[in-house]
């Protein structure tokens, strides 16, 4: 167990809806980072957040959006969703941006968007 | 970011000494290497990471040479509850980690 919860745990949406997932981050940890992953491959970077500010962000459209509360959980957001956003979403929680930090992955969220 | 090749898949069989290696050519000088485990449908996990020369944990060792152009991952007498998908990654931070396809390790009884 990482300490990093994700919520909910399966999702199904349809086209041209919106979603958010959620995350909470391993205690003593300020940086959450978000991966979504498609089946069969590794897992795509898609934005990363330091103490409540973006830290960084994938080759992702803005449709991804995100947001970390003061607490350090957070949330990510889909728009418009589309089929190929079907997939799994992994939080990760780091206790800084260094170089040395490990991030540590939740269990992801399965979304599948019909 | 440093791009890693690690081998597709490998097969062992139960009770056996698995190396996985990894390349990273381009590994900037303050890059990291780190390895992940990763189960279906589960998120990755930590499995170690190093710098250079030798680190060892509860679970696996990692052996970097100097030149750090490569690395190996040793897990010693592997069960079949490592079957899983295992990823190399070099990061110069913690912003984002670069994730390749990995490898397909299977233990066999």
């Not at chain 1, 897992?43 to 607490?71: A, V």
């Not at chain 2, 750090?68 to 980690?97: F, H």
Request: charge should be neutral; include cysteine.
């Amino acid at each position: 167990e990482t300490g990093v919860t994700q919520s909910p745990t399966h999702l199904i949406k349809t086209r041209g809806q919106q979603v958010t997932l959620r995350c909470s981050s391993q205690s003593g940890h300020n940086t959450v980072s978000w991966y979504q992953q498609a089946l069969g491959q590794g897992p795509q970077f898609i934005f990363q957040y330091y103490r409540e500010e973006e830290n960084g962000r994938g080759n992702f459209p803005p449709r991804f959006s995100g947001l970390q509360f003061p607490n350090y959980s957070s949330e990510l957001n889909v728009n418009a969703l589309e089929l190929d956003d079907s997939a799994l979403y992994l939080c990760a929680s780091s206790a800084g941006t260094g170089q040395e930090n490990i991030q540590y992955f939740g269990a992801g969220t399965r979304l599948s968007v019909l | 970011l440093a791009k890693t090749t690690q081998p597709i898949s490998m097969d062992s069989y139960e009770g056996q000494e698995v190396n996985i290696t990894c390349s990273h050519n381009n590994i900037a000088t303050n890059d990291y290497i780190t390895w992940y485990q990763q189960f279906p449908s589960q998120g990755p996990r930590f499995i170690i990471q190093g710098y250079k020369t030798k680190v060892t944990n509860e679970v696996a060792s990692l052996f970097i040479p100097a030149d750090r152009k490569s690395s190996t991952l040793s897990l010693p007498r592997v069960s079949l509850s490592d079957t899983a998908v295992y990823y190399c990654l070099t990061a110069g931070s913690a912003r984002q980690l670069t994730f390749g396809s990995g490898t397909q390790l299977t233990v066999l009884p």
